[in-house]
T-cell receptor
Framework: GENVEQHPSTLSVQEGDSAVIKCTYSDSASNYFPWYKQELGKRPQLIIDIRSNVGEKKDQRIAVTLNKTAKHFSLHITETQPEDSAVYFCAAMDSSYKLIFGSGTRLLVRP | DTGVSQNPRHKITKRGQNVTFRCDPISEHNRLYWYRQTLGQGPEFLTYFQNEAQLEKSRLLSDRFSAERPKGSFSTLEIQRTEQGDSAMYLC????????????FGPGTRLTVL
């Protein structure tokens, strides 16, 4: 079955710097890759996603890239702000439409 | 509120008791998923429904766990004879099959088994 690995587990950046989180997946049949942001005690919130027919997608300060050949995808946050501090999860949708999540990255943006 | 809702938000129970959680998905969504999340980990898939049919169950789901979605709308997750290891956040998510993705999560039910 699908397996998703996520790095780093923690990331500390200065406000205004960029942050990059990387994930790899194992099942070449996976074709949908969402990213979720989870603040302490709250539900995971979908912030951006990408499908396998696209290599990159941007939404304001957030972008996701996908390399199908290497089976990895990344989240890029530019001009980070303190409110970006949270745990970020990547996920891959397997052939039976369920999400397999990475283990999460705790992002801290220092003011 | 038109998002996914879950009740109760918190449940404290003693080991050996049965508990039941409810999830109300976004009204036009026909897929409903249950996940379990422990501290510091990503959500783990438990089971999912398309309309009223339960299409897949994780190997994580022991026979003490049962889920239903009787009319293809809300769903319930029951845990019988709870164990301390069942303590976790139980998350529900829903999606529309036509988009094959975009799962939206509820606020979760935090279960503590004493």
């Amino acid at each position: 079955g699908e397996n998703v690995e996520q790095h780093p587990s923690t990331l500390s950046v200065q406000e205004g710097d960029s942050a990059v989180i990387k994930c790899t997946y194992s099942d070449s049949a996976s074709n949908y890759f969402p990213w979720y942001k989870q603040e302490l005690g709250k539900r995971p919130q979908l912030i951006i996603d990408i499908r396998s027919n696209v290599g990159e997608k941007k939404d304001q300060r957030i972008a996701v890239t996908l390399n199908k050949t290497a089976k990895h995808f990344s989240l890029h946050i530019t001009e980070t702000q303190p409110e970006d501090s949270a745990v970020y999860f990547c996920a891959a949708m397997d052939s039976s439409y369920k999400l397999i999540f990475g283990s999460g990255t705790r992002l801290l943006v220092r003011p | 509120d038109t998002g996914v809702s879950q009740n109760p938000r918190h449940k404290i129970t003693k080991r050996g008791q049965n508990v039941t959680f409810r999830c109300d998905p976004i009204s036009e969504h026909n897929r409903l998923y249950w996940y379990r999340q422990t501290l510091g980990q990503g959500p783990e898939f438990l089971t999912y429904f398309q309309n009223e049919a339960q299409l897949e169950k994780s190997r994580l789901l022991s026979d003490r766990f049962s889920a239903e979605r009787p009319k293809g709308s809300f769903s319930t997750l029951e845990i019988q004879r709870t164990e301390q290891g069942d303590s976790a956040m139980y998350l529900c998510a829903s999606s529309w099959v036509g988009l094959a993705g975009e799962q939206f999560f509820g606020p979760g039910t935090r279960l503590t088994v004493l």
